[in-house]
Nanobody, 122 residues
Framework: QVQLVESGGGLVQAGGSLRLSCAAS????????MGWFRQAPGKERGFVAA????????YYSDPVKGRFTISRDNAKNMVYLQLNSLEPEDTAVYYC???????????????WGQGTQVTVSS
């Protein structure tokens, strides 16, 4: 079992940056693909970014490509999401996710964090 705890959310002006962190506990962190999802008010939770086991492959949704960067540190059981050039449309609760397969393919059998709020003001 994996437990995930996000941090780093907050209020930022449009054009600003934030760095989200996700601390994972449990065994074999490096055997999990990690991802970030987000959910805005009144909308479904949607995929943001994913990174595979050994940090060699990353995937992004089109709205964040070129602005967000996902990374992981297997020695520290951490995954990060760097958010640059933030827009008001990025306002959402951001969730960390872990699964044995790419999180954007399926989260069946996977794990979720409790979420961290990101608010971008115009």
């Amino acid at each position: 079992q994996v437990q995930l705890v996000e941090s780093g959310g907050g209020l930022v002006q449009a054009g600003g940056s934030l760095r989200l962190s996700c601390a994972a506990s449990g065994r074999a962190f490096s055997t999990y693909a990690m991802g970030w999802f987000r959910q805005a008010p009144g909308k479904e939770r949607g995929f943001v970014a994913a990174i595979m086991f050994s940090d060699t492959s990353t995937y992004y949704s089109d709205p964040v490509k070129g602005r967000f960067t996902i990374s992981r540190d297997n020695a520290k059981n951490m995954v990060y999401l760097q958010l640059n050039s933030l827009e008001p449309e990025d306002t959402a609760v951001y969730y960390c996710a872990a699964n044995r397969v790419r999180p954007d393919v399926t989260m069946r059998g996977g794990y979720w964090g409790q979420g961290t709020q990101v608010t971008v003001s115009s």
